[in-house]
C-alpha cells in the first residue's frame, strides 16, 4: 500500500514566536504553554477519515529560523498541504512568509500549486492591542499568493480545529475528514477486508 493512501501529511512555517507549535499542540492535545520554546522539527500524528478509511494526518511543525534549508526543502517535497503562519501583532513576520511561499512554489510547481491546499494563518489575534496586522492585509495578501486566510488564536482556542477541519475541505483529491468514523462501522469493514489463510 503507498505511504500517501493512509497518511496525509500537514508542514506547518513560519517566524520564531509566530505561535506555530502553539496551534498545533492546541488542535492535538487541547493544551497551550506561555513559554516560548523554539523547535528544530517536531511532528505529531492525529488518527482522521480519508476516502472514508481511517488515515494519519501527520503535522510536521518546522523550525522558525532559516539555518535548515534541507530540512524545509524536504518537508515541502513531502507535504500534501502547507500552513503558513504569521503573528497579527508581527508585520514582518508575514514578510518572513513570502521567501518561503516562494520555495513552496518552485519545489512543487506552478502547475501542482493551484490544486495543492495552502493556508495563510495570523495567528494571536486576540492580541488586538499590539496588532500590526489587519485580516484585511492578511486577506490580501493571501489572495495576492492564491491560497486561502484565516486568523487563528492558539491562546483562546479561536479558530483552530476550524483551521485544520478547512485545510482538509480544500484537498480536492481525497475526501477528508477530522472525524474518524464510528468505531461499530470500522470494525465491520475491517471485517470485510479480512480473510483467514
Same mark, same amino acid.
Given at each position: 500500500m503507498?505511504e500517501?493512501s493512509?497518511?496525509y501529511r500537514?508542514?506547518v512555517?513560519?517566524?520564531?514566536?509566530?505561535g506555530k507549535?502553539?496551534?498545533v #499542540?492546541?488542535?492535538?492535545k487541547g !493544551?497551550?504553554?506561555?513559554?516560548?520554546?523554539p523547535?528544530?522539527e517536531?511532528?505529531?500524528r492525529?488518527v482522521?477519515?480519508?476516502?472514508?478509511?481511517?488515515?494519519? #494526518?501527520?503535522?510536521t511543525?518546522t523550525?522558525?529560523?532559516?539555518?535548515?534549508?534541507a530540512?524545509?526543502? #524536504?518537508s515541502?517535497?513531502?507535504?500534501?498541504a502547507?500552513?503558513?503562519v504569521?503573528s497579527?501583532?508581527?508585520?514582518q513576520? &508575514?514578510e518572513?512568509?513570502?521567501?518561503?511561499w516562494?520555495?513552496i512554489?518552485? !519545489?512543487?510547481g506552478a502547475? +501542482? &500549486?493551484p490544486?495543492?491546499p495552502?493556508?495563510l494563518?495570523?495567528n494571536?489575534c486576540d492580541?488586538?492591542?499590539?496588532?500590526e496586522?489587519?485580516?484585511?492585509e492578511?486577506?490580501?495578501?493571501?489572495?495576492?499568493?492564491?491560497c486561502h486566510?484565516? +486568523? !487563528?488564536s492558539?491562546?483562546t482556542?479561536?479558530n483552530v480545529?476550524e483551521l485544520f477541519?478547512e &485545510?482538509l475541505? &480544500? +484537498?480536492?483529491?481525497r475526501n477528508?475528514?477530522?472525524q474518524? +468514523?464510528?468505531?461499530?462501522m470500522?470494525?465491520?469493514k475491517i471485517?470485510e477486508?479480512?480473510a483467514?489463510m
Open positions: 503507498p500517501q493512509n497518511d500537514v508542514v512555517f513560519g517566524a520564531g514566536g509566530v507549535s502553539s496551534l #499542540l492546541r488542535f492535538v !493544551t497551550f504553554r506561555e513559554s516560548y520554546i523547535t528544530i517536531d511532528t505529531y492525529q482522521i477519515s480519508c476516502n472514508k478509511n481511517i488515515c494519519t #494526518l501527520q503535522i511543525d523550525t522558525g529560523s532559516h539555518q535548515f534549508p530540512m524545509q526543502r #524536504l515541502m517535497s513531502k507535504g500534501h502547507f500552513i503558513l504569521y497579527c501583532t508581527s508585520r513576520s &508575514l518572513e512568509l513570502r521567501p518561503i516562494q520555495v512554489k518552485e !519545489t512543487k502547475s +501542482e &500549486l490544486s495543492i495552502i493556508m494563518v495570523g494571536k492580541e488586538n492591542d499590539t496588532r496586522v489587519s485580516a484585511e492578511g486577506d490580501a495578501e493571501a489572495r495576492r499568493w492564491g486566510f484565516m +486568523e !487563528t492558539a491562546k482556542n479561536h480545529k477541519q &485545510l475541505n &480544500l +484537498e480536492k483529491n477528508i475528514s477530522l474518524p +468514523e464510528k468505531k461499530s470500522r470494525g465491520r471485517r477486508k479480512c483467514l
